[in-house]
Nanobody, 124 residues
Framework: VQLQASGGGLVQAGGSLRLSCAAS????????MGWFRQVPGKEREFVAF????????YYADSVKGRFTISRDNSKNTVYLQMNSLKPEDTAVYYC??????????????????WGQGTLVTVSS
């Protein structure tokens, strides 16, 4: 399974960006797709995840109300719409997918496949 993230860039505070993550390699049967972010010197941080079938979404408190995760099953693609961006949102954003079922999807250890990361920089 390969995950290809794109859409990062430089944006001013208050602006918006949309990240995309396309999955390929085999029939994609993962139940979940997630987004994490990481800044140098810190642990990878949960941002959001979405279930494939039910379309249920879950968010970190820090992004709730500003970010929206969605998916297009026909394209094996998940999106992260980021609005009202803040300088503290600056990070490398990674998409990820599990290979099996886990009891929780809020932690990096529950994901087996990772995209290469896309840098989001929010200037003040």
């Amino acid at each position: 399974v390969q995950l290809q993230a794109s859409g990062g860039g430089l944006v001013q505070a208050g602006g918006s960006l949309r990240l995309s993550c396309a999955a390929s390699g085999r029939a994609f049967s993962s139940y979940i797709m997630g987004w994490f972010r990481q800044v140098p010197g810190k642990e990878r941080e949960f941002v959001a995840f979405v279930t494939w079938r039910g379309g249920r979404t879950y968010y970190a408190d820090s992004v709730k109300g500003r970010f929206t995760i969605s998916r297009d099953n026909s394209k094996n693609t998940v999106y992260l719409q980021m609005n009202s961006l803040k300088p503290e949102d600056t990070a490398v954003y990674y998409c990820a997918a599990p290979d099996t079922y886990y009891s929780s999807y809020y932690y990096p250890k529950s994901y087996d496949y990772w995209g290469q990361g896309t840098l989001v920089t929010v200037s003040s």
